[in-house]
Structures are given as structure tokens and as C-alpha cells.
């Protein structure tokens, strides 16, 4: 059984500059939610996608938004970067109504 | 609203202590409450869940929380701490519904 995956592991952009982070759900799942962590701070709930459509947004902009995949797997996309942008993005993969599963993270960092 | 607090952003413990974090969360209903682990640059592990059934979980690596609604605590316990031990914790509740909630962390360092 593999656990959740994200790629890329590490990001570098610009202001303004658009980026998409992605992450393959754990076998089994169909629930995948995205997490932001600033550094310091606890992880920060984006949104979450159940069987490809949006199930849950939290306190986030629309530049901020996602896909979810036929095979689970998700994107997180977000546009017009900003410098408080940069954190650590996290994927969980589930099941509707168990615990999340996370995995390691993306380090985006915005300049 | 949902929230939770972690009192003590640092804590530190002698190895073989007892290590004690705190956590207590607001919830208008009864919530699913998590404790997890995260070890410099990694993801977040789940060390035990409370989900309505015994009010003490047992977790991974020797850690136990209590929950105590009269309190709204949800306090992580270990007797006896171990260097391994060293890492970021967090507290998370999920009230009904799918959005989780964490706390801001606490991290702790085990002084050989």
C-alpha cells in the first residue's frame, strides 16, 4: 500500500508567477484535502475535494483553487503568487469519514 | 466556531520524564479529536484519535490522551520520554462535517 505523494518537494517562484502542486491520494481513498502551513503555525485547511467535486473551502481566495482526478490523485493551483504565499502545502487523502493521511509536503517560496 | 488551543509553544522534558501537552478545543457538538506528529520536514503522523468511544486513547510510541468534555481538554500524555520523541505536535479537532482544525503546535525538545 503506497501513502500520499506530492510533487514537486521543493518550489522557487516569483510575485505574480502562477504555480500547481500535486499529490497522488493513498489506495483505497477518495477524499483528498490541501493545507497550508506557514512556518510556525499550524497547518491551515484550503479545501477539500470528495469524488473530483469541491466538498469543503476554508478562509482562502479563489486564486486558491484545485482538481481531483477519476484516479483521486489532486492539484492545488494558485495564481497572482503572493509573498505570504510561501509555506509549506500539505496533502491528506481519506476516506469520507476516517482520518487524514498527509503527505510530506510541498515548500513553496515565493520571492 | 471551531478552535483549538495548545498551551505552551515550547515545552521541554528530561529523557525518561513525563511528557504532558496540552490542548483544549471549542466545539458546539462533540468532535472527533487528533493528536500528530511532525518531525522536521515531514508530513504530519497521526499519533491517536478520540472519536466518541473510550475517553482514554492509547497512540503510537507509547503516547495516551484523555478526553474530558467537562474540561474540553484533550491532553497528550507519554510517561517516559525518549530522545525519538523530539518534534512538533499538533492538536486537531473535526467536528461533524470533513474541515479539520489544527492548533498552532507545540514543539518539543527532550534534554539527554
Known amino acids: 500500500e503506497t501513502g500520499v505523494t506530492q510533487s514537486p518537494t521543493h518550489l522557487i517562484k516569483t510575485r505574480g508567477q502562477q504555480v500547481t502542486l500535486r499529490c497522488s491520494s493513498q489506495?483505497?481513498?477518495?477524499?483528498v484535502s490541501w493545507y497550508q502551513q506557514a512556518l510556525g503555525q499550524g497547518p491551515q485547511f484550503i479545501f477539500q475535494?470528495?469524488?473530483?467535486?469541491?466538498?469543503g473551502r476554508g478562509n482562502f481566495p479563489p486564486r486558491f483553487s484545485g482538481l481531483q482526478f477519476p484516479n483521486y490523485s489532486s492539484e492545488l493551483n494558485v495564481n497572482a503568487l503572493e509573498l505570504d504565499d510561501s509555506a509549506l502545502y500539505l496533502c491528506?487523502?481519506?476516506?469520507?469519514?476516517?482520518?487524514?493521511?498527509f503527505g510530506p509536503g510541498t515548500r513553496l517560496t515565493v520571492l | 466556531a471551531q478552535s483549538v488551543t495548545q498551551l505552551g509553544s515550547h515545552v521541554s522534558v528530561s529523557e525518561g520524564a513525563l511528557v504532558l501537552l496540552r490542548c483544549n478545543y471549542s466545539?458546539?457538538?462533540?468532535?472527533?479529536l487528533f493528536w500528530y506528529v511532525q518531525y522536521p520536514n515531514q508530513g504530519l503522523q497521526l499519533l491517536l484519535k478520540?472519536?466518541?468511544?473510550?475517553?482514554l486513547v492509547k497512540g503510537i510510541n507509547g503516547f495516551e490522551a484523555e478526553f474530558k468534555k467537562s474540561e474540553t481538554s484533550f491532553h497528550l500524555t507519554k510517561p517516559s520520554a525518549h530522545m525519538s520523541d523530539a518534534a512538533e505536535y499538533f492538536c486537531a479537532v473535526r467536528p461533524p462535517g470533513n474541515q479539520f482544525y489544527f492548533g498552532t503546535g507545540t514543539s518539543l525538545t527532550v534534554i539527554p
Open positions: 491528506a487523502s481519506s476516506s469520507i469519514t476516517d482520518e487524514q493521511f
Open positions: 478520540y472519536t466518541s468511544a473510550a475517553t
Open positions: 466545539s458546539s457538538v462533540p468532535p472527533y
Open positions: 489506495s483505497g481513498h477518495n477524499t
Open positions: 475535494y470528495y469524488r473530483e467535486e469541491e466538498n
